[in-house]
């Protein structure tokens, strides 16, 4: 609190000096208050959100049987009678099996924490695909009998996603397209090419697509690993 303090002069009669009694100062006091702003602060708890079969969509990693499963369809039944459900689609990340499964609706779901380090595909040894981090140089290597049917979209030099769970490597990821080059393929005749058909085309891996009539051998195509089907002529 501050105070002003205000001094004030009596007057003094000519030819009288002030007596000791009487001061020729007196003192009044005026007292006013400095304007103070208080803020006010909200605090706010982090939100701890629970994962529950009401969030599962397409490419939700979730742990189901002490295994890691990724969900490829889902759909959400409300029947007329009885309690609402999630119908699933699941692929184990390890085996590569798919299965069916039903959730209530609502409840509780264990989430699998999956990570992804992008790698390069550097060379096969034997039975093994090995993979190196470009920054550390450090190798990682993969069974043939763990990688499924993707390897024939895998050509070196190709940067694949890695998925992590609990320390180990237990799928990979490749682009969702690829360029290939044409090894072996039939002529096509104008005629059928004018009626848009197809024919198949053996690639640079082994893979056979099923390509355009007027795609020749030794052109390079786009194709989708997801469906191993031909997008275009590079």
Known sequence: MNTL????????????PPTPAHSSISFSATKFFLPVKFSRRRFTFPRIYAFSSNDIKVGSNIEVDGSPWKVI???HVKPGKGAAYVRTTLRNHITGNSVEKTFRAGSKIEQAEI???TKQFTYKEGPQFVFMDLTSYEEIRLNESDMGDKTKWLKEGMDCNLLFWKGKVIDFELPLQVKMKIVDVDPGTKGDAAQGGSKPATLET?????????????????????????????
């Open 5 to 16: 303090m205000a001094f004030k002069l009596s007057s003094v009669s000519s030819g009288a």
């Open 73 to 75: 369809e889902f759909l």
């Open 115 to 117: 990570s992804k380090e």
């Open 206 to 234: 082994g893979a056979v697509v099923y390509v355009p009539l007027f795609v020749d051998r030794d052109q390079e195509i786009i194709v989708d690993t997801r469906t191993g089907q031909y997008v275009s002529r590079v």
